[in-house]
């Protein structure tokens, strides 16, 4: 680990990309249906697929330590770009060595490109061709956020995998929003690819749009593949859609990518979701859904999911989940994590998170196994039926 003193010895007017050189490939070892398993080769190590990405926001996974993280399972994070550009800033991380080395992660990190999480600001944001003006939460402060400049910030925050500048096109969308939206997208990411190209940091992902227009995805999926990523991710999901819906999409918009390539489905999502879109071909995902649910005492298990806060909990001296092997659930006992939540602990959410993290890790390794064994159908139906045990 670098010492404080190595820290302080970077000089701090040298604003320095922190980020390996290009080094990725994908290789698939086995498909069972649509579904597939393998592994993505980085400098910075290789990624098991298919893959959940804890949500590490500020660079931290919130209530978890790295080397925790990694201990459950993880191979990769995600990084948020519009909250590390605002605090504590792109150039400064890169002064500080980079994100990997500011948090203590020293395995592969994808960094969102803070498109949709600009956006989602709503009245303070104005949107143009050239890219997107807003203000920050933090401090008020005027923005500009650009292809360029998005693909810039990813690159001094030293991410492996980087993302496109996209609109993530609001649910619902009328046909010729839809159209507009994806369009704009599409220029965006030649825009992020030519920037992209300056360098040679790392992999860069397309983004697909076209809400649920298939003819849409399709034209969307064809500029990219023009253009030529990496890897491919489908945004615009997870957005308000519904299972179903987002389903019908996953039916056929991931064939429309090149099957070579991996597949990201962008902010999902609930455990039935990354099983029904693995079984659609997706290798890669990310959602704060175990890490949000563990700080409001919202559990993960084998048998669906538990509220600790409920009173049914107050003497139960068993585990949380009898079938999880993460170290919480072999020392602590739902009376303890309930007693946690009640007087108001931050070990409980700590303890909580940690458990669905692994909840969730376990759940791909559970789903490589199976593809690898080609039984990927039976272990679907078999967690499924498990996790709609009634929720609290
Ligand atoms: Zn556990």
Known sequence: MPSKTAIASIPLATVRYCGLMAEFSFHIHKTDGRARTGEIRMARGTIRTPAFMPVGTAATVKAMKPDDVRAAGADIILGNT???????????????????????????????????????LGALVKMREEGVSFQSHVDGAKHFVSPERSIEIQRLLGSDIVMAFDECTPFPATRERAESSMRLSMRWAKRSRDEFLKSDQGALFGIQQ??????????????????????????????????????????????????????????????????????????????????RSGRTAQAFTLGGTLNLRNARHAEDSGPLDAGCPCPVCASYSRAYLHHLFKAGEMLGAMLLTEHNIWHYQDLMRGLRDAISKGKVEAFARDRLSRYSAAAE
């Not at 960094?111 to 989602?120: C, N, P």
Request: proline share 7%; glycine share 14%; aromatic share 10%.
């Open 82 to 120: 519009y909250h590390l550009m605002l605090r504590p800033g792109a150039e400064r991380m890169a002064r500080l060595g980079g994100l990997h080395r500011f948090m203590n992660w020293p395995h592969p990190i994808l960094t969102d490109s803070g498109g949709y999480q600009v956006m989602s």
């Open 210 to 291: 076209g809400s649920m227009f298939p003819d849409l995805r399709q034209e969307s999926a064809d500029k990219l593949q023009e253009i030529g990523f990496e890897g491919y991710a489908i945004g615009g999901l997870a957005v308000g859609e519904g299972q179903q819906a987002m389903f019908e999409v996953l039916d056929y918009a991931p064939g429309m990518l090149p099957a070579e390539k991996p597949r990201y489905l962008m902010g999902v999502g609930k455990p039935s979701d990354i099983i029904g879109a693995v079984m659609r071909g997706i290798d890669m995902f990310d959602c704060v859904l175990p890490t």
